[in-house]
Every structure is written in structure tokens, then in C-alpha cells.
């Protein structure tokens, strides 16, 4: 089943503002973890990925933190823009399982007001 | 690069009725893989295709889900026959194997 969820399901945060999603997740033989973005109507979109030998990993306005010692996952979105409300998904995949397979979790819906 | 193609976007159909889905991925990616989205939820795979073979379906309802990947590259997803709890956006995703998936637009699915 599902080892990947989520602390909160909704955030809103007003624009200009830093934005941090968090994840929770039990598998301890989790290796690769993936954020995604969904907007509404459309398709997960790839965001920033990290394997579990790493524990921050950056990319264009966002950072990935992976905490393997509380199992944590967090997504922080810096300079939060209208855009960027949708909801975001941690996804992993679980060593030994089937390469490419992902576990999702629920995903948080993040509201960035004007 | 074209993204992940997906057809039809909606579908409503009474219960007891066939569907079909179809996908086009990205080309040169060997995997492909059906999702089902139920409404709040992340995405849940179905099943997982390296080239033309199954590699996972697990999760796949096999009294009335099938799907297949003739040639390797083209793929349907078909539900016969539908349930309520059927209702979902499916998704179609392809990668190249334990790297990112490139997600399609989904098929939003209602069965009444």
C-alpha cells in the first residue's frame, strides 16, 4: 500500500512569501523521491527530484530537504507566485520494488493570494 | 519535444458500459504507465510497460481492466465493464526507467 502522505492537506500563502510542503513517508527502503506539480485539468509536472544519498538538492526557486532520519520529506517554494497554486504530490520509489514504480501520496493544495 | 498524448479528455458513460483510453508517449521512452486518479487522491498506478512487455499490474482489476502496448509503443487502457467507483481521471505517464515520468492530460472518466 501507500507509505507516502502528507502532513496538511491545504496551505495558502500570500504572494512574494516562502512556501514549504512537507512529506511523510515509512518505507525505509525508499531511494528516490520525486515532487510533482498539478494543476487543475492537467497531468503531474515533474518539479525536482532527489535520491536518498542526498539531503538538499536546489533547483529555480525551489529546494528539496530529505531528512532519512524522521523519514521527511519538504518542498520550499521561495518567492511564492500565483502560478504556483496547484497541488503538489511527493512521490517515491521503494528499493526493490519495481524500477520506475511510484508511490504517491495525497497531495497539498497550495492557494497563493495575491 | 511533444509531450504525452492522451484521447478521448472526457468520457461519460453508464455503468456496465465499455471504455477505451488511449496513449501516445513520448518517443523513444521505453516505459510507459496507466494511472488511476480518483478525486483527492495522488495518482495510483495500474499497470507499468518496459517496451511492449508488462513489468507490473499488481494493481490492476483484472476482471475488467485491460491494457495493452502492441509494438511497443502506442497504448490502451480499456474498462469492461464500468463500475461507479470507476470514475477517475486516468493518466498516462512514460520515462525512459528510474528517472522522471512525463504525465499526459489525463482522460476524466464519469460513469453514472
Known amino acids: 500500500g501507500e507509505s507516502v502522505g502528507l502532513h496538511l492537506p491545504t496551505l495558502s500563502v500570500q504572494e512574494g512569501d516562502n512556501s514549504i510542503i512537507n512529506c511523510a513517508y515509512s518505507n525505509s527502503a525508499s531511494d528516490y523521491f520525486i515532487w510533482y506539480k498539478q494543476e487543475s485539468g492537467k497531468g503531474p509536472q515533474f518539479i525536482i527530484d532527489i535520491r536518498s544519498n542526498m539531503d538538499k538538492r536546489q533547483g529555480q526557486r525551489v529546494t528539496v530537504l530529505l531528512n532519512k532520519t524522521v523519514k521527511h520529506l519538504s518542498l520550499q517554494i521561495a518567492a511564492t507566485q500565483p502560478g504556483d497554486s496547484a497541488v503538489y504530490f511527493c512521490a517515491e520509489n521503494i528499493r526493490g520494488s519495481t524500477l520506475g514504480r511510484l508511490y504517491f501520496g495525497r497531495g497539498t493544495q497550495l492557494t497563493v493570494w495575491p | 519535444e511533444a509531450g504525452v498524448a492522451q484521447s478521448p479528455r472526457y468520457k461519460i458513460i453508464e455503468k456496465r458500459q465499455s471504455v477505451a483510453f488511449w496513449c501516445n508517449p513520448i518517443s523513444g521512452h521505453a516505459t510507459l504507465y496507466w494511472y488511476q486518479q480518483i478525486l483527492g487522491q495522488g495518482p495510483k498506478l495500474l499497470i507499468q510497460?518496459?517496451?511492449?512487455?508488462?513489468?507490473?499490474d499488481s494493481q490492476l482489476p483484472k476482471d475488467r481492466f485491460s491494457a495493452e502496448r502492441l509494438k511497443g509503443v502506442d497504448s490502451t487502457l480499456k474498462i469492461q465493464p464500468a463500475k461507479l467507483e470507476d470514475s477517475a481521471v486516468y493518466l498516462c505517464?512514460?520515462?525512459?526507467?528510474?528517472?522522471?515520468?512525463?504525465f499526459g492530460p489525463g482522460t476524466r472518466l464519469t460513469v453514472t
Open positions: 510497460f518496459q517496451n511492449n512487455g508488462v513489468v507490473d
Open positions: 505517464a512514460s520515462g525512459r526507467g528510474q528517472e522522471e515520468q512525463y
